[in-house]
Structure formats: C-alpha cells, structure tokens
Nanobody, 124 residues
Framework: QVQLVDAGGGLVQAGGSLRLSCAAS????????MGWFRQAPGKEREFVAR????????YYADSVRFRFTISRDNAKNTVYLQMNSLKPEDTAVYYC?????????????????WGQGTQVTVSS
C-alpha cells in the first residue's frame, strides 16, 4: 500500500502562483509514475500532469502546458506541481495519484493510490 498526502492549495488571484506537494509513504518502491488530476464543481476529473518516478519523464495536459511544472524529489518521496499564471478556470480540487505502471498514465485508471485532494481557487 502507498499513502499520499497532498497539500499546498489555497486562494490566489489570477496570474498568481501556487505550489502543490504530495508526499508518498508506505510501499513507495512500487511507484512507477505519479500524476496530478483535478476536478472542478460539476465537471469530471481531468488529467493535469504526470511524471515517471525513475526517469523523470513528464507529460502535461494542453490546458496547463508551459504554465505548470511537475517535478519530484526521490529522496523525499515527494512530487510537486508548480502552478504559474493561474487562471480562474484552474479552480478545482487537485488530487495527486500514484501508479504502479498499469493502464494509461493519462487517465485515472492508470493510478492505484490517491491523495485526499487540496482545493485551489483562483479569483478573477
């Protein structure tokens, strides 16, 4: 089992920045990839970004590419999501997730473990 604790959300004005963090514990040696997803009120959960744990290879949703950066600190078993140039449409609950390598990295089915979520609100 892997436990994830995500944090760092808050209220920020449009154009501002936030950094989310996600600390993993437990059987972390099983982690192949980690990702961030978000869910806005009334909308389905959507993929934001992912990083491969060993190689650091990253991939982003088109809506956040060049504004968000996902990174990891293997020594701390922590993944980060640096969010810059935030827009009101980025408002959502953000969830980190960890996957053992099965399924698509772009969908929730590719992740077996989930954090509790952290609220990000961007005011206009």
């Amino acid at each position: 089992q892997v436990q994830l604790v995500d944090a760092g959300g808050g209220l920020v004005q449009a154009g501002g920045s936030l950094r989310l963090s996600c600390a993993a514990s437990g059987h972390t040696s099983s982690i192949f990839r980690m990702g961030w997803f978000r869910q806005a009120p009334g909308k389905e959960r959507e993929f934001v970004a992912r990083i491969t744990w060993s190689s650091g290879n990253t991939y982003y949703a088109d809506s956040v590419r060049f504004r968000f950066t996902i990174s990891r600190d293997n020594a701390k078993n922590t993944v980060y999501l640096q969010m810059n140039s935030l827009k009101p449409e980025d408002t959502a609950v953000y969830y980190c997730a960890a996957g053992i390598g099965t399924g698509s990295s772009l969908s929730g089915g590719g992740y077996q473990y989930w954090g509790q979520g952290t609220q990000v609100t961007v005011s206009s």
